[in-house]
C-alpha cells in the first residue's frame, strides 16, 4: 500500500496537484491518453520544468483552444457518467464535484444545480480533478493525508468582482479542516484545490510515518516569498518510531550536514 502527504506549505491548487504527480513520475502522454476519454474537445495540457525559489518542480497549463459551452452541475455529471474512464475515477469526481458546486450554490444562493461553471474554468476545473484522480490510480496511491492548508491572504479577482482571501467558496469548502495564513498576501488556495484536499485526504495533520519512497513538486503560477510549491511525499506505511541521536548539526553517522547548491550559485 503506498500513502501520499500533501505538505500545503505554500497552500494548493488543482494544478499544482496535479503537476506533483507528474514530478512523480507519471507520463504526461500517458495522462493525456486517459483524459482523451472525456467527450471535451478544444484543449492542451502541457507540462514544463521551472523552478521555484531554487526548486524545480513540474508546472501543467491547460489551455482552451476552442469555444466552450455553458455547463452546469448535471453537464459534468453527465459528462463523466459517458465518459470512458474508470468506473472509480467517474464516481470520485462525481462526488467532488457535487462538493464543489453545493459550497459554491450556499455562497451564491441558489441550488448546486444551478450553479454556473465559467466557460474557461469549467475545462480547467475537470482537467485538474479528472487528471488527479488519474495519476492517483496511475500512482497506486491508496491513502492520502494531508497538512494543515496554508490559504494565503490579502484579495483576490474572480469573475464576481474582488474578493478576501481565502475567496467565499474556498471558506465554504474548509470547514472543519485547518488552516492558517503565512507569508505573501496572495491567494494560496484555490476551490478546486480546497476540495480536492477536502474529499481526497483521510486526516489532517502532521505528516504519518511512512518509509518514503518519492517526492514530487508541482509549481504555482507565481514565483513568491515562499516557494510557491506544493510538495507530495509518497511512501509505504511504517507504524514503528525510531529514535536517532541528533547533536547539533551532526547526522546519524557523525557527519555534518551543509545546504547545498548547484554550479555557479554563490554560497
Known amino acids: 500500500m503506498k500513502i501520499a502527504y500533501l505538505d500545503c506549505f505554500a497552500g494548493i491548487s488543482g494544478d499544482m496537484f496535479l503537476g506533483a504527480l507528474l514530478d512523480l513520475g507519471v507520463d504526461p502522454e500517458a495522462l493525456r491518453q486517459d483524459l482523451s476519454r472525456l467527450a471535451i474537445q478544444g484543449f492542451t495540457v502541457n507540462t514544463r520544468k521551472v523552478t521555484r525559489c531554487g526548486i524545480s518542480a513540474t508546472k501543467v497549463e491547460i489551455k482552451v483552444t476552442e469555444e466552450q459551452p455553458h455547463r452546469h452541475l448535471s453537464d459534468i ?54 487528471g488527479t484522480l488519474i495519476c492517483l490510480k496511475k500512482l497506486g496511491i491508496s491513502e492520502i493525508y494531508c497538512s494543515p492548508l496554508n490559504v494565503g491572504s490579502g484579495t483576490v479577482h474572480c469573475a464576481h468582482g474582488i474578493m478576501p482571501v481565502p475567496a ?4 465554504e469548502i474548509l470547514l472543519h479542516v485547518p488552516i492558517y495564513t503565512a507569508g505573501p498576501a496572495v491567494e494560496l488556495v484555490t476551490p478546486t484545490g480546497a476540495v480536492l484536499a477536502k474529499c481526497l485526504a483521510k486526516g489532517f495533520g502532521p505528516m504519518p510515518a511512512m518509509i518514503l519512497k518519492g517526492v514530487g513538486y508541482g509549481a504555482g503560477d507565481r514565483e513568491t516569498e515562499i516557494p510557491n510549491l506544493l510538495r507530495i511525499m509518497v511512501g509505504e506505511p511504517e507504524s514503528r518510531q525510531f529514535l536517532f541521536p541528533w547533536p547539533g548539526e551532526e547526522g546519524v553517522h557523525g557527519h555534518r550536514h551543509h545546504h547545498c547548491h548547484c554550479q555557479g550559485e554563490q554560497n
Not at 464516481?91 to 459550497?103: T, V
Open 168 to 171: 467565499p467558496a474556498t471558506a
Open 77 to 130: 455529471l453527465n459528462l463523466l457518467e459517458h465518459s470512458r474512464l474508470a468506473e472509480e475515477v467517474k464516481q470520485q469526481a462525481g462526488h467532488i464535484f457535487i462538493q464543489l458546486a453545493a459550497a459554491e450554490g450556499k455562497i451564491h444562493g441558489c441550488p448546486p444545480e444551478k450553479v454556473h461553471f465559467h466557460e474557461v474554468g469549467a475545462v480547467d476545473s475537470i482537467i485538474d480533478i479528472v
